[in-house]
């Protein structure tokens, strides 16, 4: 059982496409720090990416600049790929984030590969975009990669955050752009950091 059962069609391109579409479905098996609201477990990295996906189609009137939709969704679902070779980092992890970069530059080498060339350039450029946040669609879909584990963890009782030890200045640091980008939403993130912390699921420093 697995890919070594794959049939070929007799069609190189669409074999390569085929067997990757096969391979990303180990981002199930990718865990991730943030609890399920059901509290039933944590979730993987395909069910975030699903969920900010959706995200992409309700937030936009909060931006300051209109996004491409249907761009920040693709960014949305390709941008947590890598991590099928890279893990997850989790985002208040100091010592595992200083070889973040290089570890999925790596795995974006051998993931992208797989594909087509077009196809893997296409892909490769939009994880690019996304992790510089500098376009507007970038910067969108940044945002509900950070508003959505937030709203984890104010219905978690602050599950990641005391997992992890976080502290206040790492949570507020990580949602800037939001700030920036969707200041009406940042409102409300902050007002959730402020219960967090009265809570003591966040360290106040």
Known sequence: MGIEDFLSSGNMRLDQQLKFTAEIDKMTSVYRRTMLISGIRNENDAEHSWHIAV???LFKEYCVEEPNIERAMKMLVVHDLI????GDT????VKGNESKAEREAAAADKLYAQLPPEQGAELR???EEFDAMETTDAKYAACLDRIQPLLH???TEGH???DGGAVRSQVEAR???V???MPEVHKWLIKNIDRGVALGWLKDE
């Not at 991590?83 to 890279?86: Q, S």
């Not at 989790?90 to 992890?93: E, L, M, Q, S, V």
């Open 90 to 93: 989790f985002a208040y992890d």
């Open 125 to 127: 450029a939009l994880w």
């Open 55 to 57: 995200m992409a189609l």
């Open 153 to 155: 963890n104010t219905l």
């Open 175 to 177: 949602i800037e752009i």
């Open 160 to 162: 990641t955050w005391r």
């Open 179 to 181: 700030r920036v980008f």
């Open 83 to 86: 991590e099928i070779y890279a």
